[in-house]
């Protein structure tokens, strides 16, 4: 690939584009938002929440999301290329990005996630990004909840009608005029500080258990 094509493709003018295009095209849906107020009225009242959501299904909550800027949300997202031009939509939605994943600069990320929720009280974590495998949990949902406090609250979506592509995780985007489900589920229970490998995996498999009946397959 050129090398200018490459500057215009990672550029923030570009990002912006596609972030644009995501609002418009994500508008033809037909949104129905499920069991919002729940997790709302826990921040309210002081407590802190970190969404789940399968890797497949992100591409529905970029329009959304952007009604809860007023929170200052944290996003964990990888320290790849690809990783660029995402940060940088979800920057545009009002998430502010915290760089890094489990294969490089994970520690530092889940500090600073960590620290993020302490002091805003909201944010995501993608389960099985950025490379899978597809369905499977990794930790740093787990650890972030234990060392932040913060509940973790599952995040559903569901179309009548989308295209399935052939990626690792079967990503899908909702077809035009289809009717699309966001669906929060019921918080999970409070995570206590972990100081064993064993507790920490009852913990993960319980949040993958939980998670793995919304994965489309």
């Known amino acids: 690939m050129h090398t200018n094509t ?111 929720l302490q002091e805003n009280r909201l944010g995501a974590h993608i389960l099985d990004g950025p490379r899978g495998p597809a369905g499977v949990v990794k930790n740093g949902a787990v650890k972030i909840a234990a060392d932040s406090g913060a509940r973790l609250v599952p995040v559903y979506v569901k179309a009548d009608a989308r295209w399935i592509f052939n990626s690792w995780d079967r990503f899908f985007v909702p077809r035009p005029l289809s009717r699309v489900r966001i669906i929060f589920g019921e918080m999970l229970p409070q995570i206590p500080h972990i100081t064993d490998t064993n507790t920490l995996e009852t913990w993960r498999k319980f949040l993958e258990d939980r998670m793995r009946p919304a994965l489309v397959r």
């Open 6 to 116: 490459k500057k215009l493709l990672y550029s923030r003018r570009f990002a912006y584009a596609v972030y644009r295009l995501i609002r418009i095209y994500s508008a033809t849906c037909r949104l129905q938002v499920i069991n919002e107020a729940s997790w709302q009225q826990h921040i309210d009242a002081g407590g802190k929440v970190l969404f789940c959501v399968w890797h497949q299904q992100f591409f529905s909550l970029i329009r959304p999301f952007k009604a809860y800027e007023k929170y200052r949300p944290g996003l964990m997202i990888s320290r790849s290329r690809d990783g660029e031009m995402i940060a940088a939509v979800a920057q545009y939605t009002g998430w502010h990005t915290v760089r890094g994943s489990s294969s490089r600069g994970g520690r530092t990320a889940l500090s600073q996630m960590i620290r993020h």
